[in-house]
């Protein structure tokens, strides 16, 4: 098995392993919603700290379901990742283009 076989392997075990273990070790069961969000998180550690506090604005758009707001995060993951390998997908096929113009004209000089 090649090098960067193993490494993709191990790398696939981790990212699986950090999705299962919090659920297998039962990580947040004391709590009321168990994967709450971090702004619920912070939210409530606010209100905890000090009652009377007062937000400086309010949302643009506030979702009318916590469904669509999971929804349009999803959206917005989803073209970040198409953003992001689309970027680095350009950037190989350009070192690869660069790479064969350069053999290319390695080959005909020697010729």
Known sequence: MKRNTKINLLLLLA???LAVLPLVLGLGDHKA???A???AEAETAITDIDP?????F???YEPPSGEIES????????LGAGVLAYYFGLRRGRRQGA?????RSAASEDA
Request: net charge negative.
């Open 15 to 17: 990212v699986a392993a």
């Open 99 to 103: 790479d064969r113009a350069l053999a």
């Open 58 to 60: 309010s949302p643009l």
């Open 37 to 39: 969000g971090s702004d």
């Open 71 to 78: 929804a349009l995060f999803a959206v917005q993951a989803a």
């Open 33 to 35: 919603e168990p994967f």
């Open 52 to 56: 009377d506090y007062e937000p400086w």
